[in-house]
């Protein structure tokens, strides 16, 4: 009887203690920016980020390591609670850090579901004679990326 008794007690202490630990663990939130030349920058806090680069799709969580990677044009989505939501974007960069996930676009938009005519929506109606002012537009873009990316000559 008495061996019972110390059981349960050493049980009821492992409870105690796990409940505390659990109390005290914070939910790690990933930090997303979104920045483009047009629009303003967006803030948004996810738990997981699937993003589609070239080599497939990825997913980004909390603690991953710092890298830089292209990303395609379409669908991706990040997970915040149990809702995905999904951003499109016309090619872009995705840069990690240790603090937040920068993603650098020409254009993007964001839906609360899947949108099936994403690419007119991120298509630029240019006529002719501004075919030149959108090349200018994006060697700006290319060159405002690398100085973002190397800040001064040092890269990461």
Known sequence: MERQIISLNRLFIWWEASRR???????CLLKINFSSLKEIEREENADILIVKTPEGEMGILNGHELM???LLAG??????????????????MLEIKKESIE???MRYFFADS???NWREKL????DIKKDFDYDVLKKNMIKELTEKMWHGGKRF
């Open 21 to 27: 630990r659990i109390k005290k663990r914070r939910k």
């Open 68 to 70: 830089t990677a292209e």
């Open 75 to 92: 669908p991706h989505r990040y997970k915040q609670g149990n809702i995905f939501f999904y951003f499109y974007l016309s090619k872009g």
């Open 103 to 105: 993603i650098y676009a």
């Open 114 to 116: 899947e949108v099936e």
């Open 123 to 126: 298509t630029y109606h240019l």
